[in-house]
């Protein structure tokens, strides 16, 4: 999804991270207040910037709930890792088990001891949202479903997703089978960022598999331009009211924010004088891109400071922290990113120090 900014719900969310996290509400004291997010039916929501990981609505973000078919995300990381480390290939060839094939709910009609390719078995999970898909998945990446359900959890605990908890890798309730709106988004977003060879998937809107043409379970395909995945899971009473919710939830972060990338890895910010160097002069710029999130029409009132050590002496080497550079939008500080040499210099020994000693002198 993108107009200007990627939104990523944990469930149909906005996310991302370089900025500091702040708040829709911590703009709105720094600005004009934009309109109020929208009143849903959803037992939990959570909308973020990708870009700078600014919640722009939430509610009940941490709360505790099963995840349905977003399991799928857990599912697909995992797989997806399995694939980028060469443990398996997209053209390996999985023989189904009566397992995989005995799966209910949503299913991609694979069938028993038949053998489907890795690359199909994603999209039968991705797109019809297969739990037979999702079996046989996990039987070939870890030997076993409940091998597979470890590896799970222990991806949850390296990614920080400290409320979530998985028992399969479909999504069919099941005790202990846990997520959390926050979670979730976090999990989206990691996906999106490690594993952009596989996210066009997610906007693939049909699929056919065994002579049987499935539509993509995301309906927001068809709603809307911008959206293009992940999955929208199921936290609203009907899919009906989970379809138009996510929509609004997109409406209203489009309509009222803005993300602008302020600088550019390796943009040059700055010029500073190096002592005792073979240059007198460093460049200094940023290492990382810098994106903030503001109410929209606020542009106007960004402001950028930069704070420089006082002396810089050589040698000095190329990506040394020498200062910090702030964004501020009417006085609330929004970005912060470390400034660094661009150019080194090296030593300029014994004349270049008595060269500048002569240059302060008549200063």
């Known amino acids: 999804m993108s107009r200007v900014a990627t939104l ?15 708040s829709a509400a911590a703009l709105a004291q720094a600005t004009a207040a934009p309109t109020s997010p929208p009143k849903l039916a959803f037992k939990s929501h959570y909308l973020v910037d990708f870009a700078t990981d600014t919640v722009l609505a939430s509610s009940d ?6 995840p349905a078919s977003l399991t799928k995300l857990m599912t697909a990381y995992v797989v997806f890792e399995a694939i980028e480390s060469g443990r398996i290939r997209l053209d390996d060839h999985v023989r189904v088990s009566e397992k995989a094939w005995r799966m209910g709910g949503t299913r991609m009609f694979i069938e028993v001891n038949s053998e489907v390719g890795v690359e199909d078995l994603i999209r039968g999970m991705l797109i019809q949202s297969g739990n037979d898909a999702s079996v046989a998945l996990a039987e070939h990446v870890a030997g076993s479903v409940d091998a597979f359900v470890a590896e799970m959890n222990a991806t949850a605990e390296k990614l920080g997703l400290t409320h ?22 976090v999990l989206a977003r990691t996906i999106i960022e490690e594993f952009p060879a596989f996210y066009s998937l997610y906007a693939e809107r049909e699929f056919s598999y ?11 395909l068809w709603r809307d331009a911008s959206v293009d995945g992940l999955k929208t899971g199921y936290r609203a009473p009907t899919a009906r009211a989970r379809n138009d919710g996510a929509q609004k939830l997109l409406e209203y972060g489009f309509a009222n924010f803005e993300t602008h990338k302020v600088y550019s890895a390796g943009q040059e ?7 005792g160097g073979e240059s007198t002069f460093a460049a200094l710029g940023i290492a990382e891109d810098v994106y903030v999130t503001i109410p929209r029409g606020s542009y106007p ?3 950028a400071s ?9 040698p000095l080497l190329i990506g040394t922290q020498v200062g910090e550079v702030k ?4 006085g609330t500080q929004l970005a912060t990113s470390p400034v660094i040499v661009l150019t080194g210099v090296t030593d300029g020994g014994v004349w270049a120090r008595m060269r500048d000693e002569l240059a302060t002198f008549w200063e």
């Open 164 to 185: 979530s908890a998985f028992r399969n890798p479909h999504g069919l309730p099941a005790r202990g089978h846990y997520s959390t709106a926050r979670d979730l988004a």
């Open 61 to 66: 973000a941490d709360t505790e709930l099963p």
């Open 327 to 330: 964004i501020s939008l009417a």
């Open 269 to 275: 910010l700055d010029d500073a004088r190096v002592r």
């Open 210 to 220: 065994n002579a049987i043409r499935q539509q993509n379970r995301n309906a927001l």
């Open 306 to 314: 930069m704070d420089v050590m006082a002396e810089l002496a050589a």
């Open 301 to 303: 009132q960004l402001a």
């Open 8 to 22: 990523v719900l944990a469930f149909a969310v906005l996310a991302a991270g370089q900025a500091l996290g702040q």
